[in-house]
């Protein structure tokens, strides 16, 4: 069992800098680039992507030298030849969705749409007519016109988009799965973004997702990765998903976003959620980051108005060698700010599981109140974690707090529980449920709490 507990910095700098240091470029990420660039698009968008590629050609993909990817190594992922693919067939495809969006889902394969597999698409389907009026939920293609010109306001305008994984997505944009929910609208369905991931040869897919609440708008987004195929070998599949999600949430709107992440297990997973919250707003992330050899979950939320409220909770579980990395910043700029992050990672056989935590309260950002742990639970001797949450604080007249516990399964408690009938193996299976369920819990679809309940209870524990 290896334990790293890393120290918070003594803060330095009041200034706010989401971005990494710019390293030199690299021939496999020119070689993606290359790849990526075969598939042209039109108009505006092209011309974004154009910028990103320039912006790509002069970074270069972490190592371990880089200090935010000193325990994530991504020599695995430079290894393989990743593919573009242009279309990909679906009519033999039967994914299983789950039944509370059945009137309300996005689907696409490999990032391309696939309207065969969606159920609600802006002025196509009958189901938009259980939405309130104007609230769009569509691809790219079938934007309305006017939606379309304003989304050049905030396509790729988050803070962060110049990060290399960023730029690499915003390069190789073919779609782009939107949800727009207008001023003072209350979307009461959840809405359900899936991005599959399948093919016979290595595939790189970029999915990108852009959600938009305005003034007093509420809504509830689930955005799902899963590997799809009907052979066996599923498990085997070898792919790349570099996923980003941008979500405003404008004044005085709320937005519970639920991310879950199944990928296969020799998949490489790379996503970016960046949040930007006006004042009042209210966003509440659920990430669940299940599957892939090796991935990555970058959470960067820039409050940019006062009395905004931040809840973010996390589950990673991981066993085999795999390794899962989940980065987050909360940056709070201005005064009375609310942040509450928990996020709890069970690990077990040989897996990795990586946590680091950052909140910025920079002089302005007074009267913020903030919380961040992080939890873990080594279900093996041979399993590691290295987390460091990490408060930078200038700003006076604050209340905030961070902390990290490590621990595996207690020999009491599960002596209590076998004390009152319950043979070990139930014990354990309980105790692991129980650590979980402060997550899982917080899910807002019943199917999907109890499918993540199953998967725990199947998790095994060294004896």
């Given at each position: 069992?290896?334990?790293?507990?890393?120290?918070?910095?003594?803060?330095?700098?009041?200034?706010?800098?989401?971005?990494?240091?710019?390293?030199?470029?690299?021939?496999?990420?020119?070689?993606?680039?290359?790849?990526?660039?075969?598939?042209?698009?039109?108009?505006?968008?092209?011309?974004?992507?154009?910028?990103?590629?320039?912006?790509?050609?002069?970074?270069?993909?972490?190592?371990?030298?880089?200090?935010?990817?000193r325990?994530?190594?991504?020599?695995?992922?430079?290894?393989?030849?990743?593919?573009?693919?242009?279309?990909?067939?679906?009519?033999?495809?039967?994914?299983?969705?789950?039944?509370?969006?059945?009137?309300?889902?996005?689907?696409?394969?490999?990032?391309?749409?696939?309207?065969?597999l969606?159920?609600?698409?802006?002025?196509?389907?009958?189901?938009?007519?259980?939405?309130?009026?104007?609230?769009?939920v569509?691809n790219?293609?079938?934007?309305?016109?006017?939606?379309?010109?304003?989304?050049?306001?905030?396509?790729?305008?988050?803070?962060?988009?110049?990060?290399?994984?960023?730029?690499?997505?915003?390069?190789?944009?073919?779609?782009?799965?939107?949800?727009?929910?207008?001023?003072?609208?209350?979307?009461e369905t959840?809405?359900?973004?899936?991005?599959?991931?399948?093919?016979?040869?290595?595939?790189?897919?970029?999915?990108?997702?852009?959600?938009?609440?305005?003034?007093?708008?509420?809504?509830?987004?689930?955005?799902?990765?899963?590997?799809?195929?009907?052979?066996?070998?599923?498990?085997?599949?070898?792919?790349?998903t570099?996923?980003?999600t941008?979500?405003?949430?404008?004044?005085?709107?709320?937005?519970?976003?639920?991310?879950?992440?199944?990928?296969?297990?020799?998949?490489?997973?790379?996503?970016k959620?960046?949040?930007?919250?006006?004042?009042?707003?209210?966003?509440?992330?659920?990430?669940?980051?299940?599957?892939?050899?090796?991935?990555?979950?970058?959470?960067?939320?820039?409050?940019?108005?006062?009395?905004?409220?931040?809840?973010?909770?996390?589950?990673?579980?991981?066993?085999?060698?795999?390794?899962?990395?989940?980065?987050?910043?909360?940056?709070f700029?201005?005064?009375?700010?609310?942040?509450?992050?928990?996020?709890?990672?069970?690990?077990?056989?040989?897996?990795?599981?990586?946590?680091?935590?950052?909140?910025?309260?920079?002089?302005s950002?007074?009267?913020?109140?903030?919380?961040?742990?992080?939890?873990?639970l080594?279900?093996?001797?041979?399993?590691?974690?290295?987390?460091?949450?990490?408060?930078?604080?200038?700003?006076?007249?604050?209340?905030c707090?961070h902390?990290?516990?490590?621990?595996?399964?207690?020999?009491?408690?599960?002596?209590?529980?076998?004390?009152?009938?319950?043979?070990?193996?139930?014990?354990?299976?309980?105790?692991?449920?129980?650590?979980?369920?402060?997550?899982?819990?917080?899910?807002?679809?019943?199917?999907?709490?109890?499918?993540?309940?199953?998967?725990?209870?199947?998790?095994?524990?060294?004896?």
């Amino acid at each position: 069992m290896t334990i790293s507990v890393s120290p918070s910095p003594v803060p330095n700098s009041t200034e706010l800098n989401l971005a990494t240091t710019l390293p030199q470029p690299d021939a496999y990420l020119n070689e993606l680039l290359d790849t990526l660039s075969t598939v042209k698009t039109e108009g505006w968008l092209q011309s974004l992507r154009d910028r990103a590629l320039d912006r790509a050609r002069q970074l270069a993909l972490p190592t371990t030298r880089d200090e935010e990817w000193r325990f994530t190594d991504l020599s695995p992922l430079r290894q393989v030849k990743f593919n573009v693919q242009k279309y990909y067939d679906t009519s033999s495809l039967k994914p299983e969705f789950w039944p509370e969006t059945a009137n309300s889902r996005l689907v696409f394969v490999n990032g391309v749409f696939a309207p065969e597999l969606s159920t609600i698409t802006y002025g196509t389907s009958s189901a938009i007519a259980s939405l309130p009026k104007e609230v769009v939920v569509s691809n790219l293609a079938n934007l309305p016109a006017d939606r379309s010109q304003r989304l050049q306001k905030y396509l790729a305008q988050s803070e962060g988009a110049q990060e290399v994984f960023t730029a690499l997505n915003t390069a190789g944009i073919n779609d782009v799965a939107v949800i727009w929910v207008p001023e003072n609208a209350v979307v009461e369905t959840p809405l359900h973004v899936v991005f599959l991931s399948t093919g016979d040869v290595p595939i790189i897919s970029l999915p990108r997702c852009l959600v938009i609440a305005e003034t007093a708008a509420q809504v509830t987004v689930i955005e799902e990765y899963k590997n799809y195929k009907e052979t066996k070998s599923a498990e085997e599949e070898v792919y790349f998903t570099n996923g980003v999600t941008e979500i405003f949430v404008e004044e005085n709107a709320k937005v519970i976003h639920t991310r879950l992440q199944w990928d296969s297990a020799e998949a490489f997973h790379i996503g970016k959620t960046a949040v930007t919250q006006a004042r009042y707003s209210r966003y509440t992330c659920n990430a669940i980051s299940l599957g892939a050899k090796l991935s990555r979950h970058n959470l960067e939320i820039l409050q940019t108005g006062a009395q905004t409220e931040t809840i973010l909770n996390g589950l990673t579980i991981i066993t085999g060698k795999q390794l899962a990395d989940t980065h987050s910043a909360i940056a709070f700029n201005c005064p009375g700010g609310i942040g509450r992050q928990i996020h709890k990672t069970i690990v077990s056989d040989r897996a990795h599981a990586v946590f680091n935590g950052k909140i910025f309260v920079p002089k302005s950002a007074f009267l913020t109140d903030a919380s961040q742990l992080n939890r873990n639970l080594l279900l093996s001797s041979k399993a590691r974690v290295d987390t460091k949450p990490q408060l930078e604080i200038t700003a006076d007249n604050v209340k905030c707090s961070h902390g990290a516990t490590v621990s595996q399964l207690e020999d009491d408690a599960i002596f209590y529980l076998q004390s009152r009938g319950i043979n070990e193996k139930n014990a354990r299976s309980l105790l692991i449920s129980a650590f979980a369920a402060e997550i899982i819990n917080q899910i807002p679809l019943d199917s999907e709490r109890q499918k993540l309940a199953q998967f725990v209870n199947s998790l095994r524990t060294d004896s």
